[in-house]
């Protein structure tokens, strides 16, 4: 990946500025075509989704953009710009859409760095009536012909290089702790939704990692994640890393052959993390107690929560079919295919600097 890095001193628009990010851009062009011939040729719709919320999302440690509507009668309500597509998409789903995908700009506060801007675009598709193993073949496919529309046949990071247009390698999160920590993560999920924090941190001393006494059980896995595995994923092919613990299920479904862990994955290249897919949990009860757990969590470390989107949970109980779904960030697959090494330069404007 070549170096490079937004102008400290000029703007994005300054005409020496912009002429060398000029060619990531044409790229990100070339990338959105593709992304949109991919899906046409497999009968998906593009769907454009509110970026106004009553709530953003249910992750704990993500923060919105708060705004406020008001009314031509004088009432204020408080929105949130969403921090993806997800909810609306899933609405969709149940408004009887088998196979949709959306292009959206989302929002994530206090999120400025190389591989992150408080702005960008996310890519999700969803399919009805397939499972989550249908979209790691999708995975595969759309990477492989988004790098051919551009002529990318090696992806470099940090050292770390990658064929972006080989089939992805497949490996569960039991076995990637298994192989590269010696540790046997199942273990210590004796109670699949309160894993035992004492066990992984033993095990993980002995690897070599560090542990403090306030770590609780996922700053533990985080820290593992971190120092041992996600180095090695998406090296020389992408990688496939899938069955996280249940405890780490965001919105996805128990697995029914294995309790003990959720249909989700993720897709890195070159150490990136790019995609996280789940087979999606369609059980109002359980989704509201995992929202409500989430927000307990939000505000014991934040001091807020958001409000719960009822409409996404009447959806879920009217029906939701079966479904898998995805989330892809766009910009991070431009600049990993177009070799530049800070998202600015791959943003047409970026949110202007104080």
Sequence with gaps: MQSSSPAATRPAWHPEVYARRRPYLLKR????AALRSFFAARDFVEVETPALQVSPGMEPHLQAFATELRTPDGSRQQLY???SPEFACKKLLVA????????ARVFRNGERAAWHHPEFT????????DGYETLMQDCGDLLRHCAEAIDCSLVEVNGSTCDPTAAPERISVTEAFRRWADIDLLATTPDPWTPDRDHLARQAQAAGIRVAEDDDWLAIFTKVML???EPRLGSPVPTILYDYPVSQAALSRPKPSDPRVAERFECYVAGVELANAFGELTEAVEQRRRFEADQALKQS???ERYPIDEDFLDALAFGMPEAAGIALG???LVMLLSGAAHIEDVLWLPVAKP
Excluded: K, Q
């Design 81 to 83: 710009l969403h921090t």
């Design 330 to 332: 766009v910009d991070r």
């Design 29 to 32: 062009s070339a990338v959105l």
């Design 122 to 129: 996310m890519l999700e598709w969803y399919r009805a009536g």
């Design 227 to 229: 120092a041992r595995i």
């Design 301 to 303: 470390l934040y001091g």
């Design 96 to 103: 009887g859409e088998p196979r949709l995908y959306a292009l």
